[in-house]
């Protein structure tokens, strides 16, 4: 008898530490910090009949090319009003034609701007089999037969959890939870505060091998590219055809919801063919340009000579301004040095994140693992105490305590690093030095952080060692898991200690 319960709690367990190694794996292999992200970026390709962007957005009759807004929608040179600050307004943009992409990538820039702290109801971006062009949801229909990621203002149910971002999917057959948010029907969502910002805000959705990511920026800084995850849902059907577009809607409270650009890119899996042109240019129009070209070109040239000839009090004034002087090619250095410094230190907050949220579904998975084995087969012969496994959890959350401490220093370097790179007149080498400094003591800070880690970790593993389970004949033990995230964080912190001798090396000459 207890060899059978024996032999039926390794069947249970086994499934759990197999998905255990092969997401750990995979970030140490493949998507981690010990992967190549350059190897596999798909190829993008930008598509104009699904995007629009100011200036000289609309045309003369007061439509955008390629789009039907609809409702108390306003399109204006520079941007789109999708639902004025007015109580009970809606408003959707929609494109005309159906998008039959593979995988895609949005890119929606906008703004949401209000008189009071609070504000409703917000914004919605959409890709769903049919246009939703007036509606309850956001201004667009219900029952919709695709994906909407929901920027959600106002906080129906009292849970203090709004402003948030809420991806939501639907097969067309499920009614919208407008009184609690969507919260039963959430498939993936995160807090992020996007009114009133001093830039606008950035949502950056991937549709890449059925899996959906959203990337947002919160609007505090110029930088395009200042992305910060927000969520992501795997194993995401959608369907094959879709029109994609965005709504807004106004209650009680009322907010401008503006849209300054949706551009829509298609992509395409490394190894693959890219997509080729709707139309090919013939030879005859090639030769056609060419020519114009180099009629124009001689034009310009004999332009030049005349206007040298009538103005000779001017020759020579130019030239000085093509070559840059030391004082600005060092300054350009430093700047360019600052970027790269920049964008490193938020790829390893992008990948902490990811970490983090891999270690926590690693903790819950066990928690629930732990109260299954108390609830079910309590005092069993030859089981592993609960005192034991209670040890393994307490590590796990040891480590991600520290993991949120790297990631909170992480953060503050990324603010300063951001400070650096837009220094007042006054004082620009002092402060450019007293940044530096900054950065170095961050960077310094990460490490120790690290070593910490790595020394409470190695002192937990002599004092109380891990519980030895029934051998498994081809998965994974206990003591191999703890030895894998050991490995794991030995390797971010040569990872980060080699960035950090890159780094040096970069500032040597400052």
Request: hydrophobic fraction near 35%; include cysteine.
């Amino acid at each position: 008898m207890a060899g059978s319960r024996r032999r039926g709690l390794q069947a249970r367990v086994r499934p759990l530490f197999c998905a255990l190694l092969l997401s750990l794996s995979r970030f140490v292999g493949g998507d981690g910090v010990g992967g190549d992200p350059a190897a596999g970026l798909p190829h993008r390709r930008f598509e104009y009949k699904y995007s629009f962007k100011g200036p000289h957005l609309v045309q003369s009759d007061g439509t955008v090319p390629f789009w039907a807004h609809a409702g108390n929608a306003i399109p204006s040179s520079d941007q789109i009003r999708v639902a004025p600050s007015l109580k009970s307004q809606r408003g959707s943009v929609w494109t005309k034609a159906k998008a039959a992409f593979e995988n895609w990538e949005v890119e929606v820039t906008f703004r949401v701007t209000g008189r009071g702290r609070i504000g409703a109801d917000g914004l919605a971006i959409w890709y769903t089999e049919n246009q939703g062009l007036e509606g309850p949801v956001f201004g667009s229909a219900d029952l919709w037969n695709g994906v909407g990621i929901f920027f959600d203002s106002f906080d129906n149910d009292g849970k203090k959890n709004n402003p948030a971002i809420v991806i939501i999917g639907n097969n067309g057959q499920i009614h919208y939870d407008h009184q609690n948010d969507g919260a039963s029907q959430a498939l993936a969502s995160c807090q992020r505060d996007f009114r009133n910002k001093p830039y606008p805000v950035r949502a950056k959705i991937i549709y890449y091998q059925k899996t959906l990511t959203v990337m947002i920026n919160n609007g505090f800084t110029p930088d395009k590219n200042d992305y910060e995850f927000c969520a992501k849902v795997e194993n995401m059907i959608i369907p094959a055809q879709g029109h994609f577009g965005i709504s807004a809607a106004t209650g009680g409270l009322a907010d401008d919801h503006d849209v300054l650009s949706f551009l829509t890119f298609q992509l395409t899996e490394p190894g693959k063919e890219p997509p080729t042109p709707d139309k090919e240019i013939s030879e005859k129009e090639k030769e056609k340009y060419q020519e114009e070209f180099e009629h124009f070109q001689q034009e310009l040239d004999k332009k030049k000579e005349e206007f040298q000839k009538g103005h000779p009090d001017l020759q020579g004034q130019p030239a000085e301004e093509i070559f840059e002087s030391v004082g600005d090619r060092e300054l350009r250095q430093v700047f360019e040095g600052q970027n790269r410094i920049h964008l490193e230190i938020k790829q390893l907050n992008r990948q902490l994140d990811m970490i983090l949220d891999e270690q926590r579904r690693y903790v819950s998975s066990l928690t629930e693992e732990i109260s299954k084995r108390g609830a079910g087969m309590p005092g069993q012969h030859g089981q592993i105490s609960q005192q034991e496994l209670d040890t393994v959890v307490k590590t796990q959350h040891e480590i991600l305590r520290q993991v949120n401490e790297m990631k909170n220093s992480m953060s503050e370097t990324v603010r300063l690093v951001s400070g650096m790179q837009h220094p007042g007149s006054a004082g620009g080498v002092y402060e450019t030095a007293q940044h530096f400094a900054d950065i170095k003591e961050h960077l310094h800070t990460v490490k120790r952080d690290v070593d910490n880690l790595v020394q409470r970790n190695m002192l937990s593993n002599e004092k109380s060692k891990c519980p030895e389970l029934p051998p498994f004949p081809s998965c994974l033990s206990t003591v191999h898991f703890i030895i894998f995230v050991v490995v794991q964080t030995v390797l971010f912190i040569g990872y980060i200690m080699y960035r950090s001798q890159q780094e040096a090396a970069a500032k040597k000459f400052f």
